[in-house]
């Protein structure tokens, strides 16, 4: 783009880098909507967050010869009023995101939860959505290796809750309101354990207690609210949680004790690999190998020529 | 039952025991198909194979004192003319059975591989159930942990096959004909490696060489009987059959390297532990722990107020 | 001790064995405070407790030709006001008991709690403490393997101090408070992991969350009621108390992050092997090999001649 | 080397390089039988493998200022009619090379094969290695770590067959013609697996299906032809081909179950070690220590003074 | 065998058990050479060494209405001035014994000691071999799993030497002199980690200390005494010895770093299981599987009707 | 430092690099005692060893327009007769040493030695004391990962040494003197394993032999020349040597099996994990994550506000 001397611009830009200076004002490289990169200068003193969005408004000034843009204001979207669908055709501009929509996927959800039959079930797993429904809908969930990307974690929880659907149907034993709370439940420690939805990273605590500690906690916690404190729902809920990834070496304290425990591991594990599976697949072209793929103990797949997949151009 | 003497009597009867003896006849223990525990004598130098159905037609004779059933003449029913129904009624009352209708479970396999529309996996995959047929819908899964009852490998394949399609609706990038053909065939090479459907026991061949590798050449010479000798199809089955165990360790000398065999690999394990998971708690009560189960690394599972099954009586 | 008829007879006694009967009275195993196996009838319908101590009231009578003690009637000794050390003298006749000295066991690890000098963790551990102290100096600090006494609990924690002490001194970087704050929390889950101090077994609640879980739980609980929910002491004494296992595979879902958690891990496993170890070897000859040992990896080891223990007659 | 403008020159090359030119010819980088490297243009269009020897007639032109040979004509040597002694003479020019005599090799081999006295185990054996002999003395033993050169695998073959011999001797229960047809067998799916024998790499089949199921298929099927599909020889050798790797991590779907088999494995991993370890040695000082060698759990090895290898210059 | 009242009788007996009694005399088992059972009386005070061989002169006397033998004197053999053909048909009437001609191996040792030309390993090697030639034609090479009998560490030396020349054969860069010193020498510690060639059990030094680091000690000691105590020779017998076992949790310190240690350790591993194998086989029916075999990973071996091997009757 | 031509100067130089020359001079560099860098010529043919302390006296010559220094002498510093608090002074300014006051250091560890009162244990503890104590307070007690400084190895033992009295104090059943002696004497094979205390690597016979299989040989050495041979204390501290690093995996034939050498191992693996840890710790900021430790797993450990310890500057 052209600016032009003294014109006022104004967008929306990812925060890419800061750079330090001894003037009294400082330039930041800056990512606009449309993906051009540009340089704004920030008055000294004046400091933003690496990788989040801002609204600009600007200058253009004339800057040793050059024309840059000096920030007259700017905003964190946070902070703005926005509708659901401009906020996320914002995030869809700047970050990776989960190939799904979210209207549909929180629709789809809300239903399942919805037929929990189980009282304390519900109460408790509802009391937990509503809290954490924000964060639910934005955070990835892994920092890597699968599902690493925004609303991964919605992504993931739904593709488990179809995947349980098959389990209910085959093993009829097995109490639904018990495996759709566990699947809908056992990540939710991520949105503590992470410190932004962004390209997340992980907090001190999330290190320090890890998010199945802290997920056993609140539902620990909000059953005592609820009055629940010594029910037998509570109890498995919890132990579905805090027995989860199965293996000890793996953070899970306890293993499977009760059906249902085990089936949220196996939708858990199988969805984490497959999927991560198919998009490695799709950057493959037919007749290859993938290269090795951590979450399935580095192995390489081949790209049959009967795989439903084109490789991304 | 009062037998008088000198009449005769016709039953099938189960051989459960042979007893030597230095007389011209000797007694063997039969269960009849109401239960009832007999003793018949055959003549020295006749011999009948343990726990295997044969009609018998007996006269009522003394023998020291007693009235004992000699054995006028036995046939195997393997050698007989049954109808189908007659044939299943008679096995259900003498061994232990899976918990499905044999006729709809056939229906559904059938139509499932129906559905095969890739022309090189279609002609193989039934080129080998027309050949096994009639073992494959007698034959265990196991000799024992998991589906080690008459029919347990259709019941476990068909439970499979309902968990297939749960995957396939989650991930659309999975070939169908693979994964179908693949659930069909991975366990085919059981009624190679077992000696016998009812109270399957390994034979040596089945030891030396194993279900996995008989299933791998089996395939290989059907593709090369139909000239699918170096297609990629049979290839890919070949792949299936090998890695279905994922771990060396447990029998596969490759691991899963295309999705497909990831996803044989994810129902045959799931299956094998669910299913009897379900069959261990229902002997437990509520409120209980049931005793280490084998194939879940020996865990006690807890049967919870909510499960949805009953202590069968 | 002979009984006269019609006399009465008064005692404390532990309930060994309950013997149905068709008689309107029934018949229950005791075991008398001097160790004398007595023989007590309770009205049908009463009922009392196995392994528990009862204050009995009774009157000898006539009982088929033999003389037998009648419940008149009978009292657990929980529901009794006693002194502390008749509790305590109690106990030691009935119960296994930790070679200590109660009082001043804890005499000395209040002195120790007693030297915290940060606020916030006085204030949860002192919170804890006189919540669950009673339990604490009655509760063992295992069901089998090491500690597995009256008492054991808190004999544990203050050999784990003592040893803790040196780790102090030889390396000043530690911190003292979390240390010792961290050693009496450790294992406090246990007194809601057992069912009862005499003859703990795990409740399905231990079963399934643990002692670590719950722990961590409580530790949070108490921080939020004191306002400290978001410290970073509640942060790192709930790390400590769920590392304290340090491997995944013995339930501890992180290994130690900081330094005195990786300090309470070590106290507590060397406090394990070795107090049990002292135990063996005092029932071994100078000159011989113990039988193998569970907590030291079923080695087997050998009394010589130095050894400073004698071979309890 | 000089090279006359206009001259022709011919030449035996091993093709390094191709490298593309917008030009009407391109140059590619060829290594000549003597190590002269050399550029050869040819004419946009041609194509030629790399790493294959080619019988180059080239003329010295000008390009550039410079002198390149252009090709008149080049043609691969396998479609020439050589002499085996001239063959074999090239290869060992531009290949790494198994340090073994191959005709003597040959010759050792045939005989040992002709000693075998069952005839169903002759038969078997005596057609694969009549159907596979050319690429057997070709071929590498593995594509790296051990034996990874031109005939390689006659090589690795030859000194098992010997090593074996020590076996027999000190164990006379050992069957001669298991153990040889064994040795001989066991490998011989390397033929399928790579796909060339210079500079080999894993064809799809090799990673998806693997030389040992390839090998037992073949054995099957050379049985079926042969009319021995049911002997016990067959059987056995088919267990040897898949139980010599031993362990099922390293692709083993069975372990040696039969003493010769146990003798093949031992055979084949002792020379794939030991061999190596000359190797590695022949490069090392006197006094010092290897690398660390991969078939030897990344030991380093010490040369020491009596060690009756030098090192190579 | 009847014994006729006051005769005197003398025989070489084993005592089987020790019988105490309150009377002036006490009856002890023994088998006599011929196998028969007899009891003698000894007298009250007298002590003899179970399952040790002794020369009874006896008279036999009543006693309580039977015949015993009332022992006159009884000398242990160890005290006996016996030709070497008269001990060793003593020794293989009572203990179980290696098959092998004990005259023929140690003439085959010694031949092969003899070619040993470095002088130092020479000098070390001989030195410890005459310091215990004569418990080392006696010892068994372990306390059960392999070559549990009397002469079971040279029958086991020898076949290992034997296996050696196979590996000499096919690496020439192997240092024979160290292979064949190792093999001599690698479980001359046994000796000394047993207490007695007959039934051995291990000493208190034995497990505490073990023959891997008695044996290197002594070669060191040996060494020193000869003035080879910094000997390049010195520490690479160490090193073979120390690294034998090969594994660390199979007690060696170090794996093996040289060529000729790892010879050893092959030759080590390879006789314990094969010479295992053949015995276990010959206790099998052919067509039979053996039991499941300790030393080859509890794999059972199937007896095939090839194997050159009958079962013993 | 600014010299003067014709000047002399006289200094202590640690060798850094040698640089060949044609001249009949060549440089080395070498770093003066105040840390300057300095470039000092040497005759061709003369040679010094690098990483060691020398003492230069030299004369400031002209040599290509620059001023460098021509050595006239040179001697190593192990061949002066130096005070030893002088000789501490020149090792602090040229190596990296451990934080301790070595003289007091040698007060502590010898007035524990002294406390010693089994006359045996005191015999053989002294008599390899006074043998190896100039190396063993000169030693570092691993070439990486721990105390890997000079005196790294009395600092580590007098750290095991105050460790262990906490454990004496606990468990009252244990033998002092062995433990004293066996901390000491752990690790006094090291000073045979490395080739010299600055900078140290290992022996070729501390490679293939090793400090543990060289500490036990000392250790029996000693025992027999003092006539302890068959003593029991001498055979307990042989064992509490090879089995002070637990697992075979890491070291040692045997794991422990007296009480002491478990207390050994303890105090040792104790030791060189927190020790390293504090030097860690202390290159980190408060709020951060130490990089990945070795000897801890690789864990990361979080440096919390609590931490008795500020980052070095």
């Known amino acids: 783009m052209n600016f032009e001397l003294d014109q006022t611009y104004q967008f929306f830009g990812k925060v890419d880098q800061t750079n330090p200076s001894s003037y009294d004002t400082y330039p930041i490289n800056v990512t606009a909507e449309d993906g051009e990169k540009l340089i704004v200068r920030l008055p000294a003193g004046a400091s933003v967050q690496l990788n989040k969005i801002y609204y600009f408004e600007t200058t253009a000034i004339q800057f040793k010869e050059k024309i840059h843009l000096r920030a007259d204001s700017y905003t964190i979207i946070n902070q703005m009023i926005l509708e659901d669908d401009r906020k996320e055709e914002l995030m869809r501009s700047f970050y990776q995101y989960a190939p799904i929509n979210l209207k549909q996927t929180r629709h789809k959800i809300e239903a399942i939860l919805n037929q929990i039959e189980n009282k304390v079930i519900k109460d408790i797993t509802w009391n937990i959505y509503e809290k954490y429904q924000n964060d639910f809908y934005l955070y990835p969930a892994a920092t890597k290796f699968h599902h690493a990307y925004i609303s991964g974690l919605a992504y993931h929880t739904l593709s488990m809750m179809q995947l349980a659907e098959g389990f209910l149907t085959v ?71 805090i027995s989860h990834h199965y293996h000890g070496n793996f953070g899970s304290p306890k293993r499977p004790n009760i059906a249902e425990a085990l089936v949220v591991y196996f939708v858990d594990t199988i969805d984490s690999k497959i999927c991560d599976l198919g998009e490695e697949l799709a950057e493959v072209q037919v007749g290859q190998l993938s290269a090795p793929i951590g979450v399935l103990d580095k192995e390489r797949y081949y790209k049959h020529s009967l795989t439903n997949i084109k490789k991304s151009e």
């Not at 093993?171 to 949105?191: E, Q, S, T, W």
């Not at 998010?211 to 029910?231: C, F, N, P, R, W």
């Open 171 to 241: 093993y009829p034993f097995l109490n639904r309101d018990l495996v759709m709370a566990g699947v809908f439940l056992h990540d939710i420690g991520k949105v503590l354990e992470f410190d932004t939805f962004e390209g997340s990273e992980y907090t001190i605590k999330g290190r320090l207690i890890g998010h199945i500690t802290m997920g056993a906690t609140e539902i620990q916690m909000v059953a005592k609210e609820l009055g629940y404190e010594d029910s037998e729902e509570a109890m498995l809920l919890g132990h579905i949680m």
